[in-house]
């Protein structure tokens, strides 16, 4: 986005942080649709950016949302390869026209970036050699297998699932 005068962001860190802050409103926008109380968790608060609570059971879910405005991946490190099964992952892609919600399950992203990391780093280096990890570190969530996510694009399973009990 940009105006005469140029980005109307004064630098890449609010321009990450404005995108961030769309996706989870997006995000809260749709589960609002789908009949759930929806609400943005207490900044700062580690892990979870939205509580989705169920108005039937009195269950709620906690979302992680990860928002891509351009390129081909989310940023997604290490500690998104720890299970946690109250844990729901919302990957907004507004790069697509309409923009798109890819709802899975904390232990659908961590096997995703379990193998993703596992081809790059015994794939090897530009000489063949093994690489050796870095942390922080980003993935492309499920690149390796094309259409993966096609089945969680805008379907809320996953937080009924984790709502229901």
Known sequence: MSTSHGSVWPNASHKKQTVGDAGEHYVLAMLLREGFIA????RGLKDI????HHPVTGNTCALQVKT??????W????KHERIDHQLVFALVDFVASPPAIYVLPSFHVARAIRLDHWCWKYHGGNDGSMRFISDPMTYQCGGTQPGWLEPYCNNWDPVNVVTAH
């Open 39 to 42: 609400a943005q968790a207490p």
């Open 75 to 78: 940023v997604l490190g290490r």
């Open 49 to 52: 950016d939205v509580l989705a």
């Open 68 to 73: 891509k405005s351009s390129g081909k991946k």
